[in-house]
């Protein structure tokens, strides 16, 4: 394959996925790959150049998500407080996309045996993300005497972040949610926190 050949296999590859998690984000729950080449006006065997199955398609999406967060861990590491409030931000204001695809992940993490080395891609970019914030999270923990693992803190920021993504997605709770940027700025203060600290705040 030549390189303008493999750039634009590459640019509809991009295209695909970007279609994909539209079209998810609007249906909230899954698409079908004739949903997907209709709406990009392509024939679904050209889908299938680039993704065996929808799963995989579905993982490749995961892996996306997954390496703009490693792109942010990359622009903030510098500061956890800036880190944690863009991350959670990333999350929160597209609570909907969150949950949708943690939701797929689980489910595929079950039942679909025949895609271990995007599973192990995907794994070692998070891996990578954490490596990134290692060092402030470390330097965060220590500077409030906290005696948190750096593991048990970002695991807690995730929690936070889930759980604020649930409530905001949910359409029973967004009718007793005031105000939604007041209480997205409670959730990253919240998650700013660090219990279990042996310092008196």
């Known amino acids: 394959m030549n390189s303008v050949r493999k750039e634009n296999f590459l640019l ?3 295209k695909i996925l970007a279609m994909a998690e539209s079209l998810l984000l609007d249906n909230h729950q899954d698409i079908t790959l004739a949903e997907l080449a209709a709406e990009l006006d392509i024939a679904k065997g050209t889908i299938y ?3 065996k199955s929808k799963n995989q398609l579905y993982l490749e999406l995961i892996i996306l998500n997954e390496t703009r967060l490693l792109e ?3 622009r903030y590491k510098h500061d956890m407080k ?3 409030t863009q991350y959670m931000l990333y999350n929160l204001l597209n609570s909907n996309r969150t949950i949708l695809l943690y939701m797929i992940e689980e489910r595929l993490t079950n039942n679909e045996k025949n895609l271990k080395t995007l599973f192990e891609a995907l794994y070692l970019i998070r ?3 954490i490596i990134e914030i290692k060092e402030i999270t470390d330097q965060y923990l220590k500077s409030f005497e906290s005696d948190m693992s750096i593991r048990d ?6 929690t936070v972040t889930y759980g604020a993504c649930l409530l905001l997605n949910s359409s029973h709770y967004q009718k007793s949610i005031g105000s ?3 209480l997205i700025s409670l959730y990253i203060n919240q998650a700013l926190m660090t219990p279990n ?4 705040v």
């Open 72 to 74: 942010i861990s990359k």
């Open 153 to 158: 803190y970002l695991s807690y920021i995730w």
């Open 197 to 200: 600290s042996n310092a008196v």
């Open 127 to 129: 891996e990578e993300r």
């Open 49 to 51: 150049k680039h993704f």
């Open 180 to 182: 939604r940027e007041r």
């Open 82 to 84: 800036t880190y944690t």
């Open 12 to 14: 509809r590859k991009e």
